[in-house]
């Protein structure tokens, strides 16, 4: 066989993408600061912000914005706090996130103590009693649709 074969040339590609793919898994030496990235790098990881901010109307840049400018003033364990919180989010069913939007906004409404009972009473409720009270007490339609925890 020669060494100009189709055959051979296609193996040879594989294993070469192979083992670019196992390169490319391990863990390499730690990544720059922001500083020391190019402008390149930089613009790649900030290019999915950028569509998302001129996709958006100018109430959602100003929640955008809004939710930046939380962060930066977030501690370290606030951060982790709330990463954590929307990893739980996003695997809640459908019916949870419903019952907690519902939860949410009426808690928002009541005074500190009336806010301590209903959650008093929430922890108490059977899943079916939490159901029937997010019918009958049903959040706001999300703003802009989205599928996120109320802040």
Request: net charge positive.
């Amino acid at each position: 066989m020669r060494l100009s074969s189709p055959f051979l040339r296609a193996v040879l590609l594989l294993g070469g993408l192979s083992a670019i793919g196992l390169a490319a898994a391990q863990p390499g030496p730690a990544l720059p600061e922001w500083d020391r990235l190019t402008p390149e790098q930089r613009d790649q990881l900030v290019a999915p912000i950028r569509e998302r901010w001129n996709d958006a109307d100018a109430d959602k840049r100003r929640r955008m914005l809004g939710h930046a400018q939380r962060w930066q003033a977030m501690t370290p364990a606030e951060r982790e706090h709330a990463r954590h919180g929307m990893h739980s989010w996003k695997r809640l069913p459908p019916e949870q996130r419903e019952e907690a939007r519902a939860l949410y906004a009426k808690l928002r409404t009541l005074p500190e103590a009336e806010r301590t009972a209903l959650r008093e009473r929430w922890q108490q409720m059977t899943p079916e009693q939490r159901r029937r009270w997010a019918q009958a007490n049903p959040a706001p339609e999300p703003r802009d649709g989205a599928a996120t925890p109320p802040r």
